[in-house]
């Protein structure tokens, strides 16, 4: 297996993918421009961006709202009531709450035969690790709206750098020019997702957007509405846990204990890691066998990302870890179990 065709088995997104194969290639290499195929010196790049740990961008769908009231609201949110400047597609500021209004009355329009409001906007989030350049940050979303959307959906952008992780939160009205529905499923959040650090490398800032089995992390992810729930919890001041946190963790020590087993998808993803290793494997044969410098180092590269990377951890396989190890310490502590005394004998 060549270069190309190792990383990318590597790298594929989790979803369904519609091959169309180069008819020159030698073996056939899948071609996918919409999901970042990488050729040449730029599937170099971007294996070395992957096993040197380049900063891995961010893209979520964080809600959607429906109606002009829902949609003002969101707005006020995301412009923090005036203090964070809101952006439209063609560049203006909205500076007011009138302003704020009257695009949501825009985005709003329900037709009088719905009996509820339908979805007026989608908001979604872009974010980078600490110390990236917010500006930048900015102008890569920016960029990425203007090619992705600008010809069918109106948007708004706001930049916000009251987090260590600078983030824009980018909100756009559901319904197009053409009568679509905007409506971001995988394959366009994952184009959004290599859109977004194709920008920020084009800025100087090193990003990628790969999957988290290609970097040896199994799912770790929570749902929106699960994240907002512990954050309200917080901040509360509540030692309430949620549900969803409380059954896992019920899990993770039934599976310390030996008493139920991990779910399924565990067993898969471990099945998928070992096909991954294999083709990271390949692919550094296939840099050592060209003999050159730069190639060989990146050979070594990859051999010691495999070395890191033994197994893949889900968040499950995590809890249950952690549990294993606080059953064996307090079993450590209390040493071994004391033998029961021996019957007494009765007396006759």
């Known amino acids: 297996m060549g270069l190309e065709s190792a ?8 979803f369904r993918v519609r091959y169309i194969h180069d008819p020159t290639s030698a073996p056939r290499v899948p071609l996918y421009a919409s999901y970042g195929v990488a050729t040449g010196p730029t599937a170099r790049a971007k294996l070395a961006r992957i096993v040197r740990k380049a900063p891995e961008v961010v893209v979520k769908v964080t809600g959607r709202q429906r109606g002009g009231s829902h949609v003002t609201a969101h707005l006020d949110y995301i412009g923090r009531k005036g203090g964070v400047e809101i952006e439209t597609r063609d560049g203006e500021i909205l500076t007011s709450k009138e302003d704020i209004a009257e695009r949501a009355a825009e985005w709003s329009d329900t037709p009088n035969w719905r009996s509820r409001p339908t979805v007026s906007s989608v908001s979604l989030i872009f974010s980078m690790p600490e110390g990236t350049d917010p500006d930048k940050v900015l102008g890569a979303v920016r ?25 824009v939160h980018l909100t756009v009205q559901a ?132 070395d890191k990377h033994q197994g893949m951890n889900a968040t499950p396989e995590v809890f249950a870890a952690h549990h294993a190890r606080n059953l064996a310490a307090t079993q450590q502590r209390a040493g071994p179990p004391k033998p029961e005394p021996p019957p007494r004998e009765r007396r006759r």
Request: proline fraction near 5%.
């Open 175 to 306: 319904e197009g020019l053409d009568r679509t529905r905007f409506n971001p499923r995988p394959v366009q959040l994952n184009r959004f997702r290599e859109r977004f650090a194709r920008e920020l490398r084009a800025r100087g800032v090193a990003a990628e957007a790969t999957p988290r089995r290609a970097r040896g992390q199994g799912i770790a992810g929570s749902s929106m509405a699960l994240v907002k729930l512990r954050a309200r919890l917080r901040s509360e001041g509540s030692r309430q846990i949620t549900h969803s946190d409380r059954r896992t963790n019920e899990q993770a020590i039934a599976v310390a204990r030996g008493e139920d087993q991990l779910p399924p998808f565990i067993a898969a993803g471990t099945i998928r890691w070992r096909e991954i290793r294999r083709a990271y494997e390949q692919t550094a044969a296939a840099l050592d066998a060209t003999g050159q410098s730069d190639d060989r180092a990146l050979a070594r590269d990859v051999r010691a990302f495999i």
């Open 7 to 14: 990383l990318w088995e590597a790298t594929r997104p989790a």
């Open 143 to 167: 960029a990425l709206a203007h090619a992705e959307l600008s010809d069918n959906h109106d948007y708004v952008l706001a930049l916000h750098t009251d987090t260590p992780r600078p983030h």
